[in-house]
């Protein structure tokens, strides 16, 4: 396949004093101990009312361009983590830092629309001493790498509206690292909730030297066979919010509709946010879940709730959340000590023995193979999704089908109702297939629709000045791929689908009798 828990992890803290935000110091001010929270103020000129906005009133706030990052330095310059994937606006959580610099600062950038910008200053701290901590430590048992640092400071996130954080440290050297945080939404009703996927960055994160793909000699048989919250990501800190995510958040707040935010692993523990949801979408890359969260996720749709799944590969691997860790036997899965006693908990790919539930039949695609790239190619081209795009039947977008991509499967469970919009020949492993999006309804009005290929979001960002990894894909693919995603918010946003668009044409059959291959087995 290609390549949070809530509780906080048991963690000594440095004895001493907590500034809480009536002991603030203001930003610049002097050193904060490292024993010591530095929460400051908002930034200036945000003010406290910054508590009282919804995400959608956020897009046209003042914004800053100054929050990407310009130097990460050598590894070793700075890493954190929080101890929460996610937090409610108004909580704390604790940050672990480790540096070689005499100090850095915190700056907390809201991601979003803002003008073109793409982030706003929520919060800064003033300067904290630095230290470096131990390194990585492994737990032989299921081989996971875990930090166990000392706590360095607390964060007080009062008066931070709802949404997609990026905390970036910067150190006195000038070094940099981005600490993703979630400000989850408990109401999601009448709203467009983004459903962010911190189980899958945490999969493929190789800090210390393994995660779910490798171990430390970089063997399969060696892997992790469950990954810790309880340490910093790799690269730039946020790499898969980064390239999977960032880009769709920006595009539905510039939208201005009704937004709520959340992740998978708030969805697995209390599902309150997705009632009474207008649409809940998946992001880029959203491969790892629990049952608890596809059980939640299901009974939303069946009561109306729309939903989008903007990646391929998604909710492919069954996972279980042991307080602050992801386990995931995957071939192992005879190994996961839930195979005799549980075996609907068994952390194999959810199509796999022992239940066997593939994710067709909530997804209406079924993910099929890894790497290929290859020209999206529309077949429906009427289809309410594409209108305002120009396309005509056969229109070629080059590279937007890759790395990973899904197709519809017609001997794999999935909703009789379903219309394939996009049939994309393609070559993975020699093998030829193809590439499938695919939109559905069902009796409670919702609809359904998925890319079928990993590059979605990232195409949003092709040909700009900071694209990241676009894959040779154009502007025009840009222009494509950004109509058919804000048809789809704004059609979404309106409540069950199929009450206000177009039911879709089942075409399945007839799509598939012309193909030389009909299963995975011949593809």
């Given at each position: 396949?290609?390549?949070?828990g809530?509780?906080?992890?048991?963690?000594?803290?440095?004895?001493g004093?907590?500034?809480?935000?009536?002991?603030?110091?203001?930003?610049?001010?002097?050193?904060?101990?490292?024993?010591?929270?530095?929460?400051?103020?908002?930034?200036?000129?945000?003010?406290?009312?910054?508590?009282?906005?919804?995400?959608?009133e956020?897009?046209?706030?003042?914004?800053?361009?100054?929050?990407?990052?310009?130097?990460?330095?050598?590894?070793?310059?700075?890493?954190?983590?929080?101890?929460?994937?996610?937090?409610?606006?108004?909580?704390?959580?604790?940050?672990?830092?480790?540096?070689?610099?005499?100090?850095?600062?915190?700056?907390?950038?809201?991601?979003?629309?803002?003008?073109?910008?793409g982030?706003?200053?929520?919060?800064?701290?003033?300067?904290?001493?630095?230290?470096?901590?131990?390194?990585?430590?492994?737990?032989?048992?299921?081989?996971?790498?875990?930090?166990?640092?000392?706590?360095?400071?607390?964060?007080?996130?009062?008066?931070?509206?709802?949404?997609?954080?990026?905390?970036?440290?910067?150190?006195?050297?000038?070094?940099?690292?981005?600490?993703?945080?979630?400000?989850?939404?408990?109401?999601?009703?009448?709203?467009?909730?983004?459903?962010?996927?911190?189980?899958?960055?945490?999969?493929?994160?190789?800090?210390?030297?393994?995660?779910?793909?490798?171990?430390?000699?970089?063997s399969?048989?060696?892997?992790?066979?469950?990954?810790?919250?309880?340490?910093?990501?790799?690269?730039?800190?946020?790499?898969?919010?980064?390239?999977?995510?960032r880009?769709?958040?920006?595009?539905?707040?510039?939208?201005?509709?009704?937004?709520?935010?959340?992740?998978?692993?708030?969805?697995?523990?209390?599902?309150?946010?997705?009632?009474?949801?207008?649409?809940?979408?998946?992001?880029?890359?959203?491969?790892?879940?629990?049952?608890?969260?596809?059980r939640?996720?299901?009974?939303?749709?069946?009561?109306?709730?729309?939903?989008?799944?903007?990646?391929?590969?998604?909710?492919?691997?069954?996972?279980?959340?042991?307080?602050?860790?992801?386990?995931?036997?995957?071939?192992?899965?005879?190994?996961?000590?839930?195979?005799?006693?549980?075996?609907?908990?068994?952390?194999?790919?959810?199509?796999?023995?022992?239940?066997?539930?593939?994710?067709?039949?909530?997804?209406?695609v079924?993910?099929?193979?890894?790497?290929?790239d290859?020209p999206?190619?529309?077949?429906?081209?009427?289809?309410?999704?594409?209108?305002?795009?120009?396309?005509?039947?056969?229109?070629r977008?080059?590279?937007?089908?890759?790395?990973?991509?899904?197709?519809?499967?017609?001997?794999?469970?999935?909703?009789?109702?379903?219309?394939?919009?996009?049939?994309?020949?393609?070559?993975?492993?020699?093998?030829?297939?193809?590439?499938?999006?695919?939109?559905y309804?069902?009796?409670?009005?919702?609809?359904?629709?998925?890319?079928?290929?990993?590059r979605?979001?990232?195409?949003?960002?092709?040909?700009?000045?900071?694209?990241?990894?676009?894959h040779?894909?154009?502007?025009?693919?840009?222009?494509?791929?950004?109509?058919?995603?804000?048809?789809?918010?704004?059609?979404?946003?309106?409540?069950?689908?199929?009450?206000?668009?177009?039911?879709?044409n089942?075409?399945?059959?007839?799509?598939?009798?012309?193909?030389?291959?009909?299963?995975?087995?011949?593809?």
């Amino acid at each position: 396949m290609g390549p949070g828990g809530q509780e906080t992890p048991r963690h000594s803290v440095e004895d001493g004093p907590v500034l809480r935000r009536r002991t603030l110091l203001k930003a610049g001010a002097g050193l904060v101990p490292a024993i010591a929270g530095a929460c400051d103020a908002p930034a200036a000129g945000e003010g406290d009312a910054s508590a009282a906005h919804r995400p959608e009133e956020e897009r046209d706030r003042s914004g800053t361009s100054d929050w990407r990052i310009r130097s990460k330095g050598p590894e070793a310059a700075v890493a954190a983590y929080a101890d929460r994937v996610s937090v409610r606006p108004g909580e704390e959580c604790g940050l672990y830092v480790s540096t070689t610099a005499p100090s850095f600062t915190v700056s907390a950038f809201r991601i979003g629309w803002y003008g073109g910008a793409g982030a706003r200053l929520v919060w800064s701290s003033g300067r904290v001493r630095g230290r470096a901590q131990s390194g990585p430590r492994l737990v032989s048992d299921t081989r996971t790498i875990r930090a166990e640092w000392r706590r360095t400071m607390s964060l007080d996130t009062e008066g931070w509206p709802e949404g997609a954080y990026l905390l970036r440290l910067d150190t006195r050297d000038g070094h940099q690292r981005y600490v993703p945080l979630v400000l989850r939404s408990e109401q999601g009703e009448g709203r467009t909730v983004l459903m962010h996927a911190p189980a899958t960055w945490q999969a493929y994160n190789r800090w210390g030297g393994y995660n779910l793909y490798e171990g430390a000699s970089g063997s399969y048989e060696k892997r992790s066979l469950a990954v810790s919250y309880d340490r910093p990501y790799d690269r730039d800190g946020a790499e898969k919010f980064m390239v999977y995510e960032r880009p769709a958040v920006v595009l539905a707040e510039r939208l201005g509709i009704p937004l709520a935010y959340t992740t998978g692993n708030d969805v697995h523990r209390d599902p309150r946010v997705l009632r009474g949801a207008a649409a809940v979408i998946s992001l880029g890359h959203d491969e790892y879940w629990t049952p608890r969260q596809r059980r939640h996720l299901t009974e939303a749709r069946d009561a109306g709730t729309n939903v989008a799944f903007l990646g391929a590969n998604t909710c492919y691997r069954r996972i279980r959340l042991e307080g602050n860790r992801v386990v995931c036997y995957k071939s192992s899965f005879k190994d996961d000590p839930c195979y005799t006693s549980r075996p609907a908990a068994v952390t194999a790919a959810f199509r796999q023995d022992p239940e066997p539930d593939p994710e067709s039949s909530l997804t209406g695609v079924l993910y099929e193979g890894y790497p290929t790239d290859a020209p999206y190619v529309v077949h429906t081209a009427g289809h309410w999704l594409y209108e305002g795009t120009g396309v005509r039947r056969g229109d070629r977008f080059d590279h937007l089908v890759g790395v990973e991509y899904d197709r519809v499967t017609p001997e794999s469970p999935h909703p009789g109702s379903i219309e394939i919009t996009a049939h994309s020949p393609l070559v993975c492993n020699g093998r030829r297939s193809s590439s499938d999006s695919a939109y559905y309804t069902v009796p409670g009005g919702a609809g359904v629709f998925a890319t079928g290929t990993m590059r979605w979001v990232e195409a949003l960002t092709a040909k700009t000045p900071h694209a990241g990894r676009v894959h040779g894909m154009d502007a025009r693919t840009r222009a494509f791929v950004t109509r058919t995603t804000e048809n789809l918010l704004h059609a979404f946003a309106e409540g069950p689908a199929a009450r206000h668009r177009p039911k879709p044409n089942p075409n399945v059959k007839e799509m598939y009798e012309k193909e030389d291959c009909g299963t995975p087995a011949n593809c």
